[in-house]
């Protein structure tokens, strides 16, 4: 069973303030990892793929992963409103296929 | 780049009947596309993973007689959902991989609403 947890509950942060998120998962065979953003009644949005260990930075996003620890992060500096919205972590497995997260809810208050 | 599109967006239909579903890859060529259900408040769930040229492979629990998919070229996979019942009814997206150089990517299409009265 490949697994990816989430599991913070809805996480509320004023505006301008850094978002953090948390994933980890269970097949220690997994080498990609993304991250995504789903609005209410939307698909997934990729914002972010991260493969080696260490920090990636894009803009106001910054995913972290330890693959030692099995562990994989994502912050939001300078959180907006529009920042508001479902993050799914999601790792790749067996012939490329997605294990995506529960998701975690982030209300970004103005 | 890497744009997905599906369609409908919406649709209802009555118990019993068949629906399809398209999702195309509008600036990429995809040989590997994924369907997923959500149902609401709950995460995303692979059904199949859909290959231009050959048989679907579905998830354990997904019937491949009801959900048949179909990857006719590079750039368009179909699922058509046979015989619908009300517990059907969900979001189901697309996805394409998107395949570069040094890493790839899967990108969803919007998705389409079934709902089965």
């Known amino acids: 069973q490949k697994e990816v947890e989430q599991n913070s509950g809805p996480l509320s942060v004023p505006e301008g303030a850094i978002a953090s998120l948390n994933c980890t998962y269970s097949?220690?065979?997994?080498?990609?990892f993304f991250w995504y953003r789903q609005y209410s009644g939307k698909s997934p949005e990729l914002i972010m793929f991260?493969?080696?260990?260490g920090d990636k930075e894009d803009g106001r996003f910054t995913a972290q992963l330890n693959k030692a620890s099995q562990y994989v992060s994502l912050l939001i500096r300078d959180s907006q409103p529009s920042d508001s919205a479902t993050y799914l972590c999601a790792a790749v497995y067996g012939n490329n296929r997605l294990a995506f997260g529960k998701g975690n809810q982030v209300v970004v208050i103005p | 780049g890497a744009v997905v599109s599906q369609h409908p967006s919406r649709v209802i239909c009555k118990s019993g009947t068949s629906v399809k579903i398209e999702c195309r890859s509008l600036?990429?060529?995809?040989?590997?596309m994924f369907w997923y259900r959500q149902f609401p408040k709950k995460s995303l769930m692979l059904m199949a993973t859909?290959?231009?040229?050959?048989?679907?492979?579905?998830e354990q629990g997904v019937e491949k007689d009801k959900f048949l998919i179909n990857h006719a070229s590079l750039t368009l996979s179909t699922l058509t959902v046979t015989s619908a019942h009300p517990e059907d009814s969900s979001f189901y997206i697309c996805?394409?991989?998107?395949?570069?150089?040094?890493?790839?990517?899967?990108?969803f299409g919007p998705g389409t609403r079934l709902t089965v009265t």
């Open positions: 996805s394409a991989r998107y395949e570069a150089r040094y890493s790839y990517e899967q990108y």
């Open positions: 991260i493969y080696s260990n």
């Open positions: 859909s290959n231009e040229g050959s048989k679907a492979t579905y």
């Open positions: 600036d990429f060529q995809a040989t590997t």
């Open positions: 097949d220690r065979g997994s080498q990609s």
